[in-house]
C-alpha cells in the first residue's frame, strides 16, 4: 500500500485546511495521525470502509473525516483550527492480512496554526 498526503500549510487560529490522502490496494480502515515537537504521534480521525468514524476527543466538533472508496482517498477537513493542533499529520492505512490488519504509513505533512 502507498501513501500520498498533501494539503498542509501555515494557517492563523481559527481558519480551515483540508487534508487529502491517496492509497492504493485494499484498504480497511484509513485514518490522520499528528505528532507534535516533543509528543507522541497520536490519532486524530479514522474511517472504516463502511463509514465507521473516530475521533480524538481535541477534534471533535471541528474536525471532519471522509472517504471515497473508489479513489481511495480519504479527506480531512479542520475547521476552527487552534494553535495546539500545529503538528506534522501522517495518514495510515490498514489492510486485512491472515494475521489481523497490518498498517502502512505515508510521509507527513506539516500543518503550522499561527496565533
Known amino acids: 500500500v502507498q501513501l500520498q498526503a498533501f494539503g498542509g500549510g501555515l494557517v492563523q487560529a481559527g481558519g480551515s485546511l483540508r487534508l487529502s490522502c491517496a492509497g492504493s490496494?485494499?484498504?480497511?480502515?484509513m485514518g490522520w495521525y499528528r505528532q507534535a515537537p516533543g509528543k507522541q504521534r497520536e490519532l486524530v480521525a479514522d474511517i472504516t470502509s463502511g463509514s465507521n468514524t473516530n475521533y480524538a476527543n481535541s477534534v471533535k466538533g471541528r474536525f471532519t473525516i471522509s472517504r471515497d472508496n473508489a479513489k481511495n482517498m480519504v479527506y480531512l477537513q479542520m475547521n476552527s483550527l487552534k494553535p495546539e493542533d500545529t503538528a506534522v499529520y501522517y495518514c495510515a492505512a490498514e489492510v486485512i492480512v491472515v494475521s489481523g490488519l497490518r498498517k502502512y504509513w505515508g510521509q507527513g505533512t506539516l500543518v503550522t496554526v499561527s496565533s
Open positions: 490496494g485494499s484498504i480497511f480502515r
